[in-house]
């Protein structure tokens, strides 16, 4: 971890001057949907418009940006599979660094093929291991075999004022100061830097800070009283899932106390696909984070509201889980295992007597391969509102069937999603 001191505003300014041209000046966008659902007059920082479809290069190319030439030509390393890699490797490409990108095995071809066009001839990347931590393992030898300075995702002076600036443009973009600032929060550089720069220059605004629910570490961190390594993660929100808070944004969190919400994965999905058919945005789990967050929020009826959407890297082969963690979600789809009586006739019966007129059978295998007519059976059911649940649970309790509800903290989900 750097030894440098923690960034100010001063250095926020100076990252902004730094970077101006390299990064894009991404627009502000209202969202009539946001605005009607809160009262609140909201807009959204459309980071996804970036370069490399997330904020990443602004902290990458402001700590790059700052090497002196020995570190020029010792070159840069780092670890990741994701946004973090791009925005090095964007940032390497226009400053003109050479770099050395290590990618975990898992990573999909996409995103290897993403970060090497968006890199050219002045990225390496190199598959460092079967998981991230041993990609980081490997990155963390390379630098110091060779020198190469790290350029660390979230937990570095210089990164922090480079997320930072985003905040910056917000307040330069408006006529006024926003009176609340909503930010996704993984392991914490862009929240860290926002506070730096709005607690000295606009004390007022109230700063959100939104994780996922099953990666909430700066959350966990904050009841410790320093950074946690979380057991268990959902590494869904993949942008934003991360185990430890960093310990430098962790410093920052702690001395500016921000508001921590946790934004169920259910939530991030329902908003994703809010964005894409209202507002047209492809937004990736991350970035759909903090205007997620909007929902569970108490917000004064009138008040200027900004939620950043952090990033666009979303794979389409994903969006059927999306669909399905919403559908959850918004409590309508659920799954059951019916044991279904040995006598003819007991799959019409379930149809016609226990189904609703507007519910649907989404999934229907029978359990037990040795009979597929008789046997219990694993369904999953899509209900027209989510009030039809009770009376479809009460025909279900007066029919001859034993069914049980698989509830989604159950073992057995995991066979669903």
Not at 102 to 115: E, I, M, S
Not at 233 to 243: E, L, N, S, T
Not at 315 to 323: I, Q
Not at 365 to 392: C, F, H, M, Q, W
């Amino acid at each position: 971890m750097s030894d440098l001191p923690l960034p100010t505003a001063d250095d926020v300014d100076a990252a902004a001057e730094r970077i101006a041209g390299k990064v894009t000046r991404t627009p502000l966008q209202r969202s009539e949907r946001l605005s009607e659902a809160t009262g609140a007059d909201v807009w959204l920082k459309r980071e996804d418009l970036q370069p490399v479809r997330s904020y990443k290069g602004r902290g990458a190319a402001n700590l790059i940006a700052q090497l002196d030439s020995e570190q020029i030509w010792a070159g840069v390393v780092c670890a990741s599979a994701g946004n973090h890699a791009q925005g090095v490797a964007h940032a390497c490409a226009t400053l003109g660094v050479n770099a050395r990108i290590y990618l975990p095995a898992n990573t999909p071809r996409q995103k290897r093929d993403r970060v090497a066009a968006l890199g050219g001839d002045w990225v390496e990347t190199v598959v460092g291991g079967r998981t991230y931590d041993e990609a980081a393992d490997a990155a963390r030898a390379d630098a110091e075999r060779t020198g190469a300075t790290p350029v660390p995702a979230f937990d570095h002076p210089h990164t922090i004022a480079g997320q930072g600036t985003i905040v910056r443009e917000i307040v330069e973009d408006l006529p006024a100061p926003p009176d609340v600032v909503v930010l996704p929060c993984g392991g914490g550089g862009l929240l860290a830097g926002a506070l730096t720069w709005l607690r000295e220059r606009h004390p007022q605004v109230r700063v959100v800070g939104a994780e996922p629910a099953g990666a909430a570490c700066m959350i966990a961190a904050t009841h410790a009283g320093a950074p946690v390594t979380l057991p268990e993660i959902d590494r869904f929100v993949d942008g934003a899932a991360v185990a430890r808070a960093g310990d430098r944004t962790y410093e920052v969190v702690a001395r500016h106390t921000p508001e921590l919400v946790a934004v169920p994965e259910g939530a991030v999905c329902t908003e994703m696909i809010a964005l894409y058919q209202t507002e047209g945005i492809i937004a990736e789990p991350a970035g759909a984070l903090a205007s997620a967050a909007l929902a569970g929020l108490r917000v004064e009826p009138g008040l200027t509201v900004v939620a950043v959407v952090s990033g666009g890297n979303n794979d389409l082969l994903r969006y059927a889980e999306v669909v399905e963690r919403s559908l959850i979600h918004e409590g309508l789809k659920h799954y059951f295992l019916v044991d279904f009586p040995q006598e003819p006739g007991m799959l019409r019966r379930f149809l016609d007597e226990v189904l609703g007129p507007d519910d649907d059978i989404a999934l229907f295998e029978y359990v037990k391969r040795n009979n597929r007519e008789t046997g219990p059976a694993l369904v999953g059911i899509e209900l027209g509102a989510r009030e039809d649940l009770s009376p479809l649970l009460e025909r279900m309790a007066a029919s001859s069937m034993e069914v049980q509800p698989i509830a989604p903290d159950s073992p057995l989900f995991r066979f669903v999603l």
